[in-house]
């Protein structure tokens, strides 16, 4: 029986798969209740490291014997610390997190969504730590990446893999929740980046505008990307229809909510806007199209497989963002309550503009934590 390491890559596969896991997480109680691991197969409790460091006596019995052991904390050291402690305490196997709970806020699980209809493929990659997602587009050995995360070696990793050439990066609007990772996508492979031009206005580099009529091909087949203007979360978000089976609605629409306008201080202005995309644009388009948002609020919305989506019409019979009737209580739903802002979103503007470049450890620090782009959840 041993100390074992389990990296992120290791856990974020029992996630997916929904397996059994017990977490011991050591870091300070407020760090703990801001975000977690989660999932349908995970248990979890909190005990500070501080409170272990004399002895691991008292949460022995809080142990279960019929699942794996994982003890998690910010950076490995204390977590390692502790597991070392059981080992000894109970002579069992017990993993630690490598790299620790800033590992896990980086990793992205690619997850296959479907094929398209002349024979190019659709991946999901799921942020688990973050709630983030990303997608790739593949036809005829060409590549294009939507929404990508700062952490572009994943990406990389998945091209060299399918022997694909990245060709187009794109974001949706003006992340405010996390670094996007398009400029280095560009710089590594030469891609063409688009953005919507009404959140680009204050941009340092160039790019290429993200806009109505303006579609994108990938490959040399039929695959089409076709943007579709639908302001609210920002005022340049811009949704994209995918080979006409997939709706890209970046922070727009999700599962379980709707994207809230105040993270560039303009929800009143916005309102309005974020309304007649929602209840005018998306209700004209087909509901057997598939929902792909940027992030997820809760591990309840991946499915059996892992992914987060749904059609549209049933988001149209579910989901109580689209289902407000009434105007100003939809002004109050999406402008009053919010939850609280995403850590450093400020700062994460001006650098997806370009305008600020933060070192790697200060990017990190202000990724830490979950996404916080949606009215509730």
């Known amino acids: 029986m041993s100390l074992k390491p389990m990296t992120a890559k290791e856990l974020g596969k029992m996630v997916i798969n929904r397996e059994e896991i017990f977490i011991l997480d050591v870091r300070n109680t407020d760090a703990f209740d801001d975000w977690k691991v989660e999932g349908e197969g995970v248990e979890i409790i909190n005990k500070p490291y501080f409170d272990l460091i004399d002895g691991v006596d008292d949460i022995v019995g809080q142990l279960p014997e019929d699942k794996p052991l994982l003890v998690v904390c910010a950076k490995e050291g204390s977590s390692q610390f502790v597991a070392e402690q059981i080992v000894e305490a109970t002579g069992r196997d017990t993993h630690y997190l490598v790299g620790g709970m800033k590992t896990w806020s980086e990793h992205l699980e690619p997850v296959k969504l479907g ?24 036809s005829d050995g060409e590549a294009a990446i939507i929404d990508s995360a700062r952490t572009i070696e994943p990406y990389n990793e998945f091209l060299a893999e399918h022997n694909l050439t990245l060709k187009h990066v794109i974001d949706t609007h003006l992340h405010a929740d996390h670094i996007s990772g398009g400029r280095k996508l560009r710089e590594k492979h030469g891609a063409s980046y688009w953005l919507p031009p009404k959140d680009a206005e204050e941009v340092t580099f160039d790019f290429k505008p993200l806009e109505d009529g303006n579609d994108i091909k990938v490959g040399q087949t039929k695959v089409a990307i076709h943007p579709i203007y639908s302001p609210g979360h920002t ?23 709707i994207g809230r306008p105040d993270l560039a201080g303009k929800a009143e202005d916005w309102v309005s806007d974020l309304r007649n995309s929602l209840y005018s644009i998306y209700a004209g388009l087909s509901g057997e199209l598939y929902v792909l948002p940027a992030h997820f609020g809760k591990h309840e919305e991946l499915d059996a497989q892992g992914r987060v989506m749904e059609k549209l019409s049933v988001l149209f ?17 999406v402008t009053e309550d919010l939850p609280p802002q995403p850590n450093a979103y400020q700062e994460i503007r001006q650098t997806n503009m370009g305008k600020i470049n933060p070192d790697a450890e200060e990017q990190t620090e202000m990724e830490i934590g979950p996404n916080r782009c949606a009215v509730s959840g």
């Open 115 to 138: 094929d398209l209809k002349d024979g190019g493929e659709l991946y999901q990659f799921v942020r688990l730590g973050k709630g983030c997602l990303s997608y790739l587009v593949a």
């Open 235 to 257: 005022i340049g978000s811009t949704s994209m229809v995918i080979d006409d089976q997939y709706l890209i609605s970046g922070d727009i629409l999700f599962v379980d909510s």
């Open 317 to 333: 019979e579910k989901n109580h963002g689209l289902n407000i009737n009434d105007e100003e209580e939809f002004r109050k739903t």
